[in-house]
């Protein structure tokens, strides 16, 4: 990418104000905040399950929903949170689902992993890697058919990618020229698998070029590196053209869920990601370094986001629990 | 305020761990994120770090200890606080979580009594204190719970829990709870000596009861059953019953019987019985006799216009009465053919309510069962029912002169409502009939 | 009322639902030109199109995960399946995601989908072609499991099929495809969960679906003639099952043998037995409830060997005639 283009130039180019710009921080933050507070939650023993915390990653996440428009549909992995943020979810009914109450998206049944929102679009985080994939396919068609404006946008991990679904999906989007967009999240871990020990042949995005989907491989906490390709791809599959496959390098900092140790790579690793890649400093640096944002509004921003999250907390712990005698409802329609 | 310091729970199904070491003391500054202590779940070993910068107070257990997931074990003061900041519940589990009690380490634990299910389930029945029983090993087995048994005189009782299972198949087992047929009176005929259904059901009509118990099939008084029972216990309850019988001479009947048979097999209808001649003959006489026709309703007594005969018919399910409407107006035939149509619907349990309704009198007739004589209950509300016996061929003196012949005879006994009809007035209908019987052609016009 | 063949009535019910609902599309493998592997699509790529006759590369786990995804954009899907087989190639798809979506969201998703698939022997197709594999969709709850035994039956349960908000996976016998019927030529519906008596009788009940079906009326029939009166009970849909039916049955009857061409561990006779044992049919039995099912064998190729690996009508005459006469 064009390195010598400055912040300001790049931003003005993507037509972003700085209203916008901010706004992109902000959510971040909030992601970042909702990530924290689940994690002291999970410790303090109110979480049954288990959860896929995406602090780290929250450049892809806010990257892609502010170059896609409010209707695409998403299909998400489990480790979705900072997604369905950035998509606009309502904070308190996440947070709920997430501590297993009724008024969760789920009411109750789904959990961290399968938080989904059909009625903004979101069509729900997958508990198996790959899972979601094939289901790009039928929202493409369905799509086509009902000669919709919106995409999809297909959102795996780089352990999806060696499912055998990842390999028929593109195959099948790309002969129907389906309206999806596929975005590998790479993370660099299947759970503790390192993604250079588990894929032949890398980066990822090259497998695309076997399918004949255009592909990029890019910084996943570089937010305006990640809102410019999501953006140009998401126009060109708009138009009619078909898939785009796009890999973002990213990078989380907690375990791949709550009984991670990290046994599989070095706190070194981690700290140089957190201390030095960390897409949220990052962000805040350029904004800052470029007088779009102040130090003081960075805390404000941050204050305002945890307490936007403390009131999740607070909604949650009051909802009550469903009710057991209703387990069985919605197994059928 | 104090920052409490908690276990934090790290694995999904994890409920507690065991602390390993301390790296920090009491009174320690520590840092953010700076490891503390080391504590092992079932599954690994973690460091746990400080939840904030400060001084470490308050350390409540010790390495060895055994924590439950959100326990409070210690505390982080920032410059300035004291440990009168702490909260009475130290140590506690924090809100919403029930955890188990903290444990201390080392732990030893109790062993429990070392018995198996088995044998404490068969002290229990014996009424046997488990803790008393001998052990041949490391545990108390069934055997030596037997083997104590024995020793202490327990011996029946032990005999009696070891008595075999009877075989028998589930519906076996409801019939002989319904019926009371204990399972061991009946011999199985199903494969292994098991007890089938009909065993069972079989023992309750061909085993001779024993002394002690009676055995039975036992059937439910509901539905029509009940109802008959009802009427009937009301109205021999209610109605004083008199009973007159009459023995007639019905050779004449046999001989227009055969004659009217004769006709329907030519005319290509239907036989005519002997009970569908009665009836014809029978309102013959009602006609004559209205207090007979008649019904006892809310203190009134209606003598009826109509004559509707009904007549007792058994079926599976018990007992029903048809009725045959205006039997006064209809030729035998007529009769013979509503007769063989409500007989033929009642027992495929087609009867309308009107053909039931509407009944003035009642005739039964167990002829066919070779009842010679018998009485009938009445059927309320009418006053009056016939009884009619078999036709038996009897010696009987048929002239002035005390000639005897041998005649076919039928006794009828009519019940009768002596609330409604006097003795007399039974017995002029009895002779009215008797009349029309041996003299049928008083009647000849109706005859077809 | 026109008799036409099973396969026939199956296509009859696609076309007429495709004719009425636009939503509705087949998904699957060969289904266009070639007609699909046993010919139910035939005619229909001309009649609707590649655009609602949509065939697949061999992708079976995708070709669900479309249909799915169609489903959440409340499309209507019918996939084929070439054969019931290679359901065991799509399980994550099935039994994950399309079985379990309304329920871990809450209620807010429905994947209505149709999932047929061949499935059955005696065509010597051998053990990957030749399965029955009910009773592991039936262990899945969310899923709707349908065994149509008769052409009335199968268009009247696909009409339904095609009308529920529920995954469905509609089975079809193989050896019925051929099997003529009346089959009235207006739209009707058959709910799910209502067993057929299929013959009456007060001796013994035989629970069972599709082919078994035919197998056991012929047996029931001769035994018939010797005043041995069998009560066939035809269960059409799995899941739902119609418990009532069954405990009815048996409370009259006393008996059960329930026949089906799965193997034995742990098929769906087990399941039946349950339910007959946990109802108050359990105090009207006479004698050991039995199962005759296919053997615990992958299905062999060789003729006598495939006959031999599931029941045949032989098989089911000794079997009654064994309980009736009390040797269980």
Redesign the interface.
């Known amino acids: 990418m064009q390195k010598e283009e400055t912040f300001v130039t790049k931003a003005s180019r993507l037509k972003l104000t700085n209203e916008q710009l901010i706004d992109m921080y902000r959510t971040m933050s909030l992601i970042r905040q909702f990530e924290t507070m689940a994690d002291k939650l999970?410790?303090?023993?109110?979480?049954h399950?288990?959860m896929h915390l995406s602090a780290g990653q929250e450049a892809v996440a806010v990257g892609i929903s502010r170059a896609t428009i409010k209707d695409d549909?998403l299909?998400n992995h489990h480790r979705g949170h900072g997604h369905f943020i950035s998509k606009g979810a309502d904070i308190n009914k996440m947070m709920a689902e997430f501590l297993g109450k009724d008024a969760?998206?789920?009411?109750?049944?789904?959990g961290s992993m399968?938080i989904?929102?059909?009625?903004s679009h979101n069509?729900?985080a997958?508990?198996?890697v790959g899972?979601?994939?094939?289901?790009?396919?039928?929202?493409?068609?369905?799509?086509?058919?009902?000669q919709l404006n919106e995409i999809?946008i297909a959102i795996f991990g780089d352990g999806a990618s060696n499912e055998?679904?990842f390999h028929?999906?593109l195959?099948?989007a790309a002969?129907w020229k389906l309206p999806v967009l596929y975005v590998c999240e790479n993370n660099m871990y299947g759970m503790s698998m390192d993604v250079a020990r588990a894929t032949a042949k890398l980066p990822i995005a090259q497998r695309a070029e076997g399918y004949g989907i255009p592909w990029y491989y890019i910084d996943g906490n570089d937010l305006l590196t990640v809102y410019e390709t999501m953006r140009d791809a998401a126009e060109f599959i708009r138009s009619g053209n078909g898939p785009v496959f796009v890999e973002t390098q990213t990078y989380r900092y907690f375990g791949h869920?709550?009984?991670d140790?990290n046994l599989y790579r070095s706190k070194d690793e981690i700290d140089d990601w957190r201390d030095n890649k960390d897409p949220i400093a990052r962000f805040k640096g350029q904004l800052i370094d470029h007088a779009i944002l102040k130090e003081e509004q960075a805390e404000e921003i941050s204050n305002e986001t945890l307490a936007v999250i403390e009131a999740a907390v607070a909604f949650a712990e009051a909802s009550p629990d469903p009710d057991p005698s209703t387990v069985t409802?919605?197994?059928?329609? | 305020m104090p920052i409490p310091f908690i276990m934090p729970k790290v694995d999904m199904d994890q409920e507690k761990a065991t602390i390993i070491s301390w790296e920090k003391s009491e009174g320690d500054l520590v840092k953010q994120d700076e490891t503390v202590l080391i504590v092992e779940t079932e599954k690994v070993a973690i460091d746990v770090t400080a939840p904030a910068t400060g001084t470490l107070v308050g350390l409540k257990f010790k390495a060895g200890d055994v924590v439950p997931v959100a326990t409070i074990i210690a505390y982080v003061l920032k410059p300035g606080e004291t440990l009168a900041n702490i909260p009475e519940n130290a140590g506690k589990p924090t809100q919403l979580k029930a955890a188990p009690e903290v444990v201390a380490a080392p732990q030893q634990s109790t062993a429990p009594i070392p018995a198996t299910p088995l044998a404490i389930r068969m002290a229990n029945e014996l009424g046997i204190d488990i803790t008393l029983v001998p052990t041949s090993g490391h545990r108390i087995f069934k055997e030596d719970v037997e083997a104590y048994a024995e020793l202490t005189n327990n011996v029946t009782t032990i005999s009696q829990t070891k008595t075999d299972k009877i075989a028998a198949t589930p519906a076996a087992r409801r019939l002989s709870r319904e019926t009371g047929i204990p399972l061991d009176s009946v011999k199985g005929s199903g494969p292994f000596g098991r007890i089938q259904a009909e065993d069972v059901t079989s023992t309750s009509v061909t085993t001779p009861q024993s002394s002690s118990d009676r055995s039975a099939e036992v059937i439910p008084l509901i539905g029509m059953r009940l109802k008959i029972a009802q009427r009937l216990q009301a109205s021999f309850q209610e109605a004083p019953h008199i009973a007159e019988t009459v023995e007639v001479d019905v050779s004449r009947l046999e001989v227009i019987k055969k004659h009217l048979n004769e006709t329907a097999e030519l005319n290509g209808t239907a036989k005519v019985s002997m009970t569908a001649i009665l009836v014809k003959l029978i309102s013959w006489a009602l006609e004559r006799n209205s207090y007979v026709n008649s019904s006892l309703i809310n203190e009134s007594i209606y003598l009826w216009k109509n004559v509707n005969v009904g007549i007792a018919t058994s079926i599976e399910s018990g007992l029903i009465v048809p009725v045959v409407h205006d039997a006064n107006l209809l030729s035998i035939s007529q009769i013979a053919g509503r007769i063989n149509d409500l007989s033929v619907r009642a027992r495929q349990n087609k009867l309308e309510l009107k053909d039931v309704q509407k009944g003035t009198f009642t005739v039964s007739n167990l002829g066919m069962y070779n009842i010679h004589q018998f009485r009938a209950v009445i059927n309320p509300p009418e006053c009056a029912i016939l009884a009619v016996g078999a036709i038996t061929r009897k010696p009987i003196v048929v002239d002035k002169n005390d000639s005897i012949s041998v005649r076919p005879i039928i006794a009828f006994t009519l019940s009768a409502d002596h609330r409604v009809i006097d003795g007399v007035v039974a017995a002029k209908f009895l002779n009215d009939l008797t009349k029309v019987i041996e003299y049928p052609e008083i009647l000849v016009s109706s005859i077809s | 009322m026109p008799e036409i063949t099973y396969l026939e009535a199956i296509r009859q019910t696609l076309w007429n639902e495709m004719k009425r609902d636009e939503r509705v599309f087949i998904i699957g493998e060969d289904i266009g030109r070639y007609g699909g592997a046993f010919g139910v699509t035939h005619g229909m790529l001309d009649e609707f199109g590649e655009k609602r006759i949509i065939e697949t590369p061999i992708s079976e786990p995708s070709i669900i995960g479309a249909a799915i995804g169609a489903a959440l954009l409340d499309m209507r899907p019918v996939v084929e399946i070439m054969f019931m087989d290679f359901i065991l190639l799509t399980l994550d798809q099935i039994g994950n995601q399309a079985a379990k979506m309304h329920y871990m969201f809450g209620g807010k998703a429905t994947v209505p989908i149709v999932i047929r698939m061949p499935g059955g022997s005696g065509s010597g197709a051998a053990a990957q072609h030749s399965q029955s594999l009910e009773t592991l969709l039936m262990h899945l709850p969310g899923l709707k499991v349908v065994t149509p035994s008769t052409p009335y039956d199968a268009k009247g349960l696909l009409t339904t099929a095609l009308r529920d908000l529920n995954p469905v996976c509609f089975i079809e016998h193989k050896l019925l495809y051929k099997m003529k019927g009346e089959v009235p030529e207006e739209d009707y519906a058959i709910p799910f969960g209502v067993a057929d008596v299929k013959r009456k009788g007060k001796d013994l009940t035989v629970v069972t679906n599709e082919i078994m079906v035919h197998k056991t009326i012929a047996v029931a029939n001769r035994l018939a003639s010797e005043g041995i009166e069998i009560e066939v009970v035809d269960l059409r849909t799995m899941v739902p099952l119609d418990k009532q039916t069954i405990i009815e049955s048996v409370t009259r009857t006393g008996k059960l043998l329930v026949v089906h061409e799965a193997c034995e561990t742990a098929g769906w006779a087990g399941e039946i037995m349950a339910v007959v044992s946990e109802s108050r049919a359990f105090d009207y039995l006479d004698a050991p409830m039995r199962r005759l099912t296919g053997k615990n064998t992958p299905i062999p190729y060789n003729r006598d060997l495939e006959r031999a690996a599931v029941p045949q009508e032989e098989d089911i005459e000794r079997e009654i005639r064994a309980i009736l006469k009390g040797e269980y």
């Open positions: 999970y410790a303090l023993g109110k979480v399950g288990t549909y299909i969760g998206f789920c009411r109750g049944r789904g399968h989904a929102d059909f009625s069509l729900g997958n508990g198996i899972g979601g994939i094939p289901h790009s396919l039928g929202v493409g068609l369905a799509i086509q058919m009902k999809c055998g679904v028929e999906s195959n099948m002969l869920s709550k009984s140790r409802e919605y197994v059928y329609a």
